[in-house]
């Protein structure tokens, strides 16, 4: 099995490197992850005419390894057409993510955007997350019960064009995870997310910028200008059922949660019809 792996945290990530471990028994790893930490991105691309550079990296135990300079998206973009060019690879794996993709944190998710330009490439996607943004979280229980999530999902044989899967995994050592359920993507949103930003911001939240590759952390104020950081407060929605994944999470259950990058709501759209939406102009 050739499989590609990236994420969002940059290439130095400890989430990538254990990623890397696990996806080994299983054949052939790629890793084409970002230069620098790309979170919230989404399945974002790096356009507007900006150059991209790209590293080749030293192999390590047999896994190629390059860095991108550009988002997650891009980096499965770049594999595609410059590096699987006789073979592609027959799946791709994101993460593991340094923190919750769960809920409405999908919906930006630069980790999810990598699995959804897998998915729109024909091929399977899978984001992998732990609820820990600490740089040196420990993974162990990831790695522990991953391979059994990872081969029931490749089990189950020919899926449709666009799904792509969001596991997320709660911060506790292994011993206290209850299991695995399937949920469905919870609702909710961030409230008073811009903080302001001074120069000890990430110590006080016990992250290293270097260990996420961070950038422009050394930016200073123009004339008249604030500087602030996004790092809201998450409000759940009321209308999310004991199924949402991030309250699976909260109960101490890896969720499982399958997305689909079509958006169109069919439903809706039939709906309209049937009120006479469609028209024509004479």
């Excluded at 945290?9 to 028994?25: F, H, N, S």
């Excluded at 110590?203 to 008249?224: C, F, H, P, Q, T």
Aim: glycine fraction near 10%; include cysteine.
């Amino acid at each position: 099995m050739n499989i590609l792996v990236t994420n969002d945290d940059g290439y130095r990530a400890e989430g990538i490197k254990a990623l890397v471990r696990i996806m080994r028994q299983y054949g052939s790893v790629t890793v084409v992850a970002p230069k620098y930490h790309q979170s919230g991105m989404g399945m974002s691309v790096t356009m507007g005419l900006r150059p991209i550079a790209v590293k080749r990296l030293p192999d390590q135990d047999g896994v190629r390894r390059y860095y991108v300079d550009a988002t997650p998206a891009s980096c499965v973009k770049y594999a595609l057409d410059e590096i699987f060019t006789d073979e592609r690879p027959d799946i791709v794996v994101c993460g593991i993510n340094h923190g919750s993709n769960a809920a409405t944190a999908a919906c930006y998710s630069g980790t999810l955007g990598a699995a959804q330009e897998a998915a729109m490439n024909g091929l399977p996607g899978i984001g992998v997350s732990l609820d820990n943004m600490h740089h040196d979280a420990d993974f162990s229980a990831v790695e522990k019960f991953f391979p059994q999530i990872f081969e029931r999902l490749l089990s189950d044989g020919v899926r449709k064009y666009g799904l792509f899967y969001n596991v997320n995994f709660p911060n506790l050592p292994a011993e206290k995870i209850k299991g695995v359920r399937v949920g469905h993507q919870g609702m909710g949103h961030w409230e008073k997310e811009f903080k302001r930003w001074d120069e000890d911001f990430c110590n006080r939240l016990g992250i290293k910028a270097e260990a996420y590759s961070l950038v422009n952390l050394e930016a200073k104020a123009e004339d008249g200008e604030e500087m602030f950081v996004m790092v809201g407060d998450f409000i759940d929605d009321p209308r999310n059922t004991p199924g949402a994944d991030h309250h699976l999470m909260a109960k101490g259950y890896v969720s499982v949660t399958a997305h689909q990058l079509l958006s169109c709501d069919e439903a809706e759209c039939r709906r309209l019809r049937e009120v006479g939406f469609d028209t024509d102009f004479r």
